[in-house]
């Protein structure tokens, strides 16, 4: 089985990650990216998840090349940390803008294909934090709790027509997201996680291809945390 799979911010990271896994099992690959050399071995679509006519655009050439999109996995995200005393009101909405409205537009054009289809599977890319809170993120963790409410309500307002809506909820993963953090900043973060370490990007990976298997066909509106124990509770 071939699906056609699209991974959003595919080009490195997480997503990079991610579109190995579906890769690896035989999977039609496309990824986004917004410039330089993508990485090679994945259809490469330039796509800005900001700009409404540029995944219009990205959508059609998948189509054209791997068919409908069968597996949506939004995961292109950024971070703009501030305290609020701080935060403009760009960083808020930029945060917004990408993470959540970026992740709506992306869902919403794969959702055509998957209702003509009768069938889909969408991955969302939270974070622990979105469901913890982190001080010098609300706009983050915002956009990230956001993603929890949209997937359940799609996950309602789809199932009879056999999509599943799914989040996980990462921790800390060792990314240049997470490279900007200092070595006492990582100390303090480790410290606090039950299993002592990062995650590595195919952990997180791992989890998302289980969600879009065949043995996930009965789990939709979940929100899976792969967070080596940090946000326990949550
Ligand atoms: P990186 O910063 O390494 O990569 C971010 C990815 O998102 C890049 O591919 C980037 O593309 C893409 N992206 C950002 N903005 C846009 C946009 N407007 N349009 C299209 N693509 C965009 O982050 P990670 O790999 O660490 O993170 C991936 C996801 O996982 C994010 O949603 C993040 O919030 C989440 N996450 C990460 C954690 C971590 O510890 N690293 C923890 C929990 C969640 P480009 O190369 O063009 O910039």
Redesign the pocket.
């Known amino acids: 089985m071939s699906r056609s799979v699209l991974v959003?911010?595919g080009?490195?990271?997480?997503?990079l990650a991610i579109a190995r896994a579906f890769a690896d099992t035989g999977d039609k690959v496309a990824i986004?990216?917004?410039?330089g050399e993508p990485p090679e071995g994945f259809l490469a679509v330039k796509?800005?998840?900001?700009d409404t006519e540029q995944v219009e655009q990205a959508y059609k050439e998948i189509e054209e090349k791997h068919g409908p999109v069968e597996v949506l996995v939004a995961?292109?995200?950024?971070t703009k940390d501030q305290l609020l005393m701080r935060m403009s009101e760009d960083d808020f909405t930029t945060v917004l803008d990408?993470?959540l409205t970026?992740t709506f537009r992306v869902v919403k054009r794969a959702n055509r294909g998957m209702l003509r289809a009768k069938k889909g599977r969408v991955v969302l890319?939270s974070?622990?934090v979105g469901l913890l809170g982190s001080a010098g993120q609300a706009n983050y963790a915002a956009s990230k709790a956001g993603l929890v409410g949209f997937a359940r309500s799609l996950a309602r307002e789809l199932g009879s027509r056999n999509i599943t809506f799914n989040v996980v909820a990462?921790?800390?993963?060792d990314?240049?997201?997470?490279k900007v953090l200092t070595d006492d900043q990582r100390k303090g973060i480790v410290a606090q996680v039950p299993l002592g370490r990062y995650a590595k990007p195919e952990e997180i990976a791992a989890t998302v291809r289980f969600l879009a298997s065949d043995d996930a066909s009965y789990i939709t509106g979940a929100v899976i945390p792969v967070d080596g124990g940090l946000g326990m509770g949550h």
């Open positions: 959003t911010g080009n490195r990271g997480i997503g986004t990216y917004r410039s796509c800005d998840i900001t995961n292109a995200g950024v990408t993470n970026g890319i974070s622990v990462p921790g800390f993963v990314t240049d997201m997470t």
